[in-house]
């Protein structure tokens, strides 16, 4: 069965047939001789109305479309009404569009025309004219019905390209929210993890990779706390963590620990905010945090400073009362002695003498090394060869270690090293360090200690390994003063050497377990250079 | 209480082949006398004054000391002043600074030859062997460089 084409189907609606087909065919030859003047009178209504004037560009223009306007007349009444007079027609209707006729005007103008034609039919064809004027007004109501189909589908294409307009613009607005989240979230100094319901990992910045030295593949999907070994001091971050993701109200800052790839733990300041409950996304909480490793050592250190210059202060002081009644026991003992040794020498008695010196002499010694510890000189800054350093205190504790049954080796890199420093001061640090390594060997039978210099981009660095039973608790402050697990120790030995590291703007640390504990000591460079390229 | 130690030698006139030693005392005269007596008893001659003033009073006489010897404190004035004055008139004369505050007594401009600095509590026999280095490195002036004042060994 032949399918209704659209034309056909407004022709039935405004029941068009052959037999008006004939009768605008047989119209046409009476009306044609009509047809210029109605072209004539057609386009000097327009000239009246100043927005369908504004369409026409010249007067060869209104010619141009004159002579159109009789073709158009002819074709009407043409007879013959199938798909490509409506194409035709359709055509048209689209130029009007495309010239910017407004919509108005093909009703008026249409008007004008029936009125034209009609007044002929009634003139010239006297019975037939009623037939013949109602199938002008069927056929022209078709022409308007095609025309004005021009003018929706204009419109349909308008709105569908505003529509589209406006998702391109939406999206690209979309689009440049989602690029300036994306890089916030990603450039921010900050740790931001977004937690879904259970408490496991959706999100996971660059910033939280880069403190963690983990990357997001792996840990999408692994709950936060076991997956970062996040713990506090107090064990209150999981119930936080519980209240957060429950919606409660936003918790205030806590500080954890976080372990990194590296096994190192890192000081952690976060802040738990809950991210709402919208259904499309499964994070429900943002954990964001600080890194706050550096701050809090560097507050440690400042700490650490001014405790010492308060030390400082008071033991000067101090050292100036204390030396000056040593010194009277000191000469009355020294006076004693030998006196005693003039009366034919009393043994026991220049023994007694003896230990009162040794014991004034001790403490003098005490007092000098907590000035020093207390009150440093100042460091004398001067290039040093990394080799020429280490090779001197290996010189200087080699008959030690032979004593202890430790074995010493010196492990440096291929080529010499020049950096700035107080070489009496290092020397001082490194021997601290070794005698410390060998009498914790000496102390288990004999054992092994290594000198090793190195270079790292910035730092000299200095290890100093012994393969002793480690330190007794390796988070016990050790380079406090007074701090001593050795008897007879003063426990100024390594607060002084973290003093002369920190005056090198240098840091010292310690890693210990049983067999294996390294002191290591990093000094900047500074404006050193390779002596031996 | 203790017993005061006399300063039993301070107004013996001293031979004139012994070293001589002015000591100006500091605030523990007692262990001051002390080391005056002992170092007599080691052969020395030794004055003692009582502050800067008295020292300097001293060196405008003959015989002049060999050696200067001070346990002034370093926050007095005198130890400076006397060091500049004795520069001035005995251009040479050793020092010797027995003091509590040694990297104090370093900061000051104390004039050439560098004063040799005792850190208290000092040992005896070393300060003794320090003075008797120092005297046979630096021979006797015999002349005054002022007019000598009255003869007055004993400056308390």
Not at chain 1, 40 to 61: G, L, P, T
């Amino acid at each position: 069965m032949h399918d209704e084409t659209r034309f056909e189907e407004l022709k039935r609606y405004v029941q068009f047939d052959d037999h008006d087909a004939a009768l605008l065919l047989r119209f046409r030859d009476v009306a044609r001789p009509e047809f210029p003047r109605i072209a004539q009178v057609f386009y000097d209504r327009i000239r009246e109305h100043d927005e369908a004037h504004a369409v026409f560009s010249s007067e060869e223009q209104i010619h141009r479309l004159q002579r159109s306007l009789v073709k158009w007349l002819e074709r009407v009444c043409g007879g013959v009404y199938d798909d490509a007079y409506c194409a035709q027609t359709a055509h048209i209707g689209q130029t009007h569009v495309r010239v910017g006729l407004p919509q108005r005007y093909m009703f008026t103008a249409m008007a004008l025309i029936r009125l034209e034609l009609a007044a002929i039919a009634r003139r010239e064809l006297a019975s037939d004219a009623p037939p013949t004027e109602s199938a002008l007004s069927r056929v022209l109501d078709l022409e308007l019905a095609v025309m004005l189909q021009a003018y929706k589908d204009s419109y349909v294409d308008r709105v569908r390209q505003a529509e589209r307009q406006e998702r391109r613009v939406l999206d690209s607005a979309l689009a440049r929210a989602e690029h300036r989240y994306v890089n916030a979230v990603e450039a921010a100094r900050v740790l931001i993890i977004g937690l879904d319901r259970q408490g496991n990992i959706q999100l996971f910045n660059r910033e939280a990779e880069r403190v963690s030295g983990r990357e997001r593949g792996e840990l999408v999907g692994q709950p936060f706390l076991a997956a970062l070994c996040i713990e506090d001091d107090l064990g209150r971050f999981p119930e936080l963590l519980e209240r957060g993701l429950s919606g409660a109200a936003p918790t205030q800052a806590i500080e954890a620990s976080l372990q990194a790839r590296n096994g190192k733990l890192r000081s952690i300041a976060w802040s738990l905010t809950f991210g709402g409950d919208a259904p499309e996304d499964d994070i429900v909480l943002f954990a964001m945090g600080t890194d706050v490793t550096d701050s809090r050592a560097m507050e440690e250190r400042t700490r650490q400073h001014e405790k010492l210059a308060a030390i400082g202060t008071l033991a000067a002081g101090l050292a100036h009362e204390i030396r000056n009644p040593l010194n009277g026991a000191q000469l009355h003992v020294s006076f004693l002695e030998r006196a005693i040794r003039k009366k034919d020498a009393d043994v026991e008695m220049l023994e007694a003498t003896h230990v009162v010196s040794e014991e004034i002499k001790r403490l003098a010694d005490l007092v000098t090394e907590f000035l020093d510890f207390a009150r440093p000189k100042p460091l004398q800054m001067k290039e040093i060869g990394l080799f020429k350093l280490c090779e001197h205190v290996v010189t200087l504790v080699s008959a030690q270690a032979a004593k202890a049954d430790v074995k010493l080796r010196l492990d440096l890199p291929s080529s010499d090293l020049a950096f700035q420093g107080d070489a009496a001061k290092l020397t001082q640090v490194l021997l601290n360090l070794t005698t410390n390594a060998i009498e914790a060997c000496r102390d288990n039978g004999g054992g092994n200690v290594c000198l090793r210099g190195r270079r790292n981009p910035r730092h000299v660095l200095l290890d100093v390994e012994d393969d002793g039973p480690g330190l007794a608790a390796p988070d016990a402050p050790i380079f406090d003063a007074f701090f001593s697990t050795k008897d007879g120790g003063t426990g100024l030995g390594l607060a002084i050497t973290h003093r002369i590291v920190s005056d090198h703007g240098g840091t010292i640390d310690v890693t210990s377990r049983p067999a294996k504990t390294i002191f290591r000591v990093l000094i900047p460079i500074a404006h050193s250079e390779n002596l031996n390229p | 209480m203790y017993p005061s130690i006399p300063n039993t030698e301070s107004v013996e006139p001293a031979p004139a082949d012994r070293p001589r030693l002015l000591l100006v005392e500091g605030d523990d005269v007692r262990t001051s006398r002390r080391l005056a007596n002992m170092l007599r008893d080691d052969g020395f001659s030794v004055e003692i004054a009582r502050d800067g003033a008295h020292a300097i009073a001293r060196f405008m006489r003959a015989p002049y000391p060999d050696v200067l010897v001070s346990e002034l404190s370093v926050g007095q004035a005198d130890l400076s002043a006397l060091a500049r004055f004795v520069r001035a008139q005995r251009p040479g004369l050793p020092i010797v600074i027995v003091t509590s505050r040694p990297n104090a007594v370093r900061e000051q401009e104390l004039g050439e030859p560098e004063p040799l600095v005792f850190t208290k509590p000092i040992d005896y026999f070393v300060l003794r062997e320090a003075l008797l280095t120092a005297v046979r490195q630096c021979p006797r002036s015999s002349q005054p460089s002022l007019e000598a004042a009255p003869s007055d060994q004993s400056m308390r």
